[in-house]
């Protein structure tokens, strides 16, 4: 899914729950956006099977930015991007694997961008996907760390060895709070 700056996916509102991105299909195909959910992973992002990237780097950008409209140096927000390890139809088992982090928005109505890079190796004969992180909130760069999770049990050969989606949890619960992503897909590298 690569998104681009006029037709962004957005969420927000109230809540302190994790708000997942949708899936933009496009209406122009007579198709409407499917949102991932806590109980489902309709619009999930998968990464290419059938070892297609089996033992080899792959990157996952993602990219937006976030409004927050509470004025309180506690205000947080944190983009994360989790992976999907169940079967394709199953209930969704995701697992966060890279994260700007909880971080403080604390200026009203201010537009605040994110950007996760992600780089990806995983193969089949460990099970292990593992790789680095590194990214950027408002005006701080975020220093480049291992994944906040590993995934294990993967099986690059199959059909779909994982499913990616984006998620953003505000620390406050507030009816103006919204994000968009402009940015999210995934490259060989």
């Not at 969420?11 to 956006?33: D, N, W």
């Not at 080899?56 to 509470?70: L, Y």
């Amino acid at each position: 899914m690569i998104l681009n700056g006029l037709n962004p996916s957005t969420v927000g509102g109230t809540g302190t729950a994790v708000k997942y991105f949708p899936r933009l299909l496009g209406s122009s195909i007579g198709v409407e956006s499917v949102a991932p959910s806590a109980t489902s992973a309709n619009g999930q992002l998968v990464v290419n099977g059938f070892s297609e990237l089996n033992a080899q780097w792959f990157r996952v950008q993602i990219g937006g930015e976030i409004v927050s409209v509470v004025s309180d140096s506690s205000v947080t927000a944190e983009i994360a991007l989790y992976a999907n390890t169940a079967a394709l139809g199953a209930a969704p088992v995701y697992t966060k694997i890279a994260t700007t982090g909880a971080l403080t928005a604390p200026l009203a109505n201010t537009a605040f961008a994110f950007g996760l890079d992600v780089d990806l190796l995983g193969d089949t004969a460990s099970g292990v996907v593992r790789g680095f992180q590194r990214g950027i909130f408002g005006a701080n760069n975020l220093a480049s760390a291992s994944l906040t999770n590993n995934l294990s049990g993967i099986n690059m050969g199959s059909q779909a060895p994982f499913g990616l989606v984006v998620g953003v949890i505000f620390g406050s619960s507030d009816t103006g709070n919204s994000a968009s992503l402009r940015q999210f897909q995934i490259s060989a590298q």
